[in-house]
């Protein structure tokens, strides 16, 4: 039975709802669209404007991977704080963070579209710049996503980079400190297991980050998002299930997962993409002390990544109770 939305809803909340429709549409559609746009416009009388754009965009080619190109006015669009209202997204801080030193966070889960660590690390509709004075957060993304045309300027306005090496390197090196690099440890195929409930974690053997760290003395910092994997049910695909080892055979061909999730509608609740308003607590950990070592032993790479974990599992053992999260409830890392 469709359970649809009442006929009078207020405004605030039929923008909010708004807001999280285009925000949808770009993570799903707008790269696409993009693409089709700029090739389009080849084939038209304003086939120059495209030619003018792929002249910048080979001159800026290598843009996303050195800090990107952030956008104060569009960070603070009040779009995004429509949007953050229709969940609600909060961000809770646990301890300082010195702004004379660079930092790189490790964000779980994932869940399907990674909308906490979007709203807080690439707006300031949860006063990030507020709770955090002195830091500026980036989060890395897939390189694919950076090869949109158009679609790449969006990206980076919000402080998001290429997920490389020389991208954290960039960031990580930078003298003058107060460098937050955010990465999404579980990527892509732990979107698979975002489910409400869930709370299985793709980290244990996810150690590339702590050898980021290390190499760059970037101190450490944990990151849970209670309520991210309850935006949206998923259809049931458990591991050895025939729609898992497709959708893990087109993960490592495509580098991007398809998890096949649904929501709620835009006037009725039962069925759609849009997540479900259900409320994101995005909790920052304490900094870990990360000594500069510029070769890592794996001794040395798996003492931080146990440590890392330890911290992690804290984390969330302290705060779960307040989040709804049942007493019997673990983190669990494959």
């Given at each position: 039975?469709?359970?649809?939305?009442?006929?009078?809803?207020?405004?605030?909340?039929?923008?909010?709802?708004?807001?999280?429709?285009?925000?949808?549409?770009?993570?799903?559609?707008?790269?696409?669209?993009?693409?089709?746009?700029?090739?389009?416009?080849?084939?038209?009388?304003?086939?120059?404007?495209?030619?003018?754009?792929?002249?910048?965009?080979?001159?800026?080619?290598?843009?996303?991977?050195?800090?990107?190109?952030?956008?104060?006015?569009?960070?603070?669009?009040?779009?995004?704080?429509?949007?953050?209202?229709?969940?609600?997204?909060?961000?809770?801080?646990?301890?300082e963070l010195d702004p004379s030193r660079n930092y790189l966070a490790g964000f779980h889960p994932h869940g399907v579209l990674a909308t906490g660590a979007f709203l807080n690390?690439?707006?300031?509709?949860?006063?990030?710049?507020?709770?955090?004075?002195?830091?500026?957060?980036?989060?890395?993304?897939?390189?694919?996503?950076?090869?949109?045309?158009?679609?790449?300027?969006?990206?980076?306005?919000?402080?998001?980079?290429?997920?490389?090496?020389?991208?954290?390197?960039?960031?990580?090196?930078?003298?003058?400190?107060?460098?937050?690099?955010?990465?999404?440890?579980?990527?892509?195929?732990?979107?698979?297991?975002?489910?409400?409930?869930?709370?299985?974690?793709?980290?244990?053997?996810?150690?590339?980050?702590?050898?980021?760290?290390?190499?760059?003395?970037?101190?450490?910092?944990?990151?849970?998002?209670?309520?991210?994997?309850?935006?949206?049910?998923?259809?049931?695909?458990?591991?050895?299930?025939?729609?898992?080892?497709?959708?893990?055979?087109?993960?490592?061909?495509?580098?991007?997962?398809?998890?096949?999730?649904?929501?709620?509608?835009?006037?009725?609740?039962?069925?759609g993409f849009l997540p479900y308003r259900r409320p994101i607590t995005t909790v920052v950990g304490k900094p870990i002390k990360v000594q500069k070592i510029e070769h890592p032993?794996?001794?040395?790479?798996?003492?931080?990544?146990?440590?890392?974990?330890?911290?992690?599992?804290?984390?969330?053992?302290?705060?779960?109770?307040?989040?709804?999260?049942?007493?019997?409830?673990?983190?669990?890392?494959?």
């Amino acid at each position: 039975m469709v359970k649809f939305a009442p006929l009078f809803v207020p405004w605030e909340r039929r923008l909010q709802t708004l807001m999280v429709l285009q925000w949808v549409f770009s993570f799903l559609a707008l790269g696409l669209i993009c693409n089709v746009v700029f090739v389009g416009l080849l084939f038209t009388r304003f086939w120059l404007f495209s030619v003018l754009y792929a002249t910048w965009w080979y001159l800026d080619r290598d843009k996303p991977r050195q800090g990107g190109r952030r956008i104060h006015a569009l960070r603070r669009w009040v779009i995004w704080k429509y949007m953050k209202d229709y969940f609600p997204v909060s961000l809770v801080k646990t301890a300082e963070l010195d702004p004379s030193r660079n930092y790189l966070a490790g964000f779980h889960p994932h869940g399907v579209l990674a909308t906490g660590a979007f709203l807080n690390l690439c707006t300031e509709s949860t006063s990030f710049p507020e709770l955090f004075p002195g830091i500026r957060p980036h989060l890395m993304m897939l390189n694919l996503w950076f090869r949109a045309p158009f679609f790449r300027d969006y990206l980076m306005s919000g402080g998001l980079v290429t997920s490389d090496k020389e991208s954290a390197a960039h960031i990580l090196n930078r003298k003058d400190g107060g460098n937050l690099l955010g990465i999404i440890v579980g990527g892509a195929q732990e979107a698979l297991n975002a489910r409400p409930g869930a709370y299985k974690l793709l980290l244990r053997n996810r150690k590339g980050f702590i050898r980021l760290a290390l190499m760059h003395g970037a101190d450490l910092v944990p990151i849970f998002s209670f309520g991210e994997n309850d935006l949206y049910d998923q259809i049931e695909n458990s591991p050895g299930s025939w729609l898992r080892w497709i959708q893990n055979r087109l993960q490592k061909i495509m580098g991007i997962s398809l998890p096949l999730f649904h929501g709620r509608g835009i006037f009725q609740y039962s069925l759609g993409f849009l997540p479900y308003r259900r409320p994101i607590t995005t909790v920052v950990g304490k900094p870990i002390k990360v000594q500069k070592i510029e070769h890592p032993s794996q001794k040395e790479v798996d003492q931080l990544h146990q440590h890392y974990i330890k911290e992690l599992c804290n984390l969330f053992e302290a705060h779960k109770l307040k989040y709804n999260v049942p007493m019997d409830h673990h983190l669990e890392f494959c």
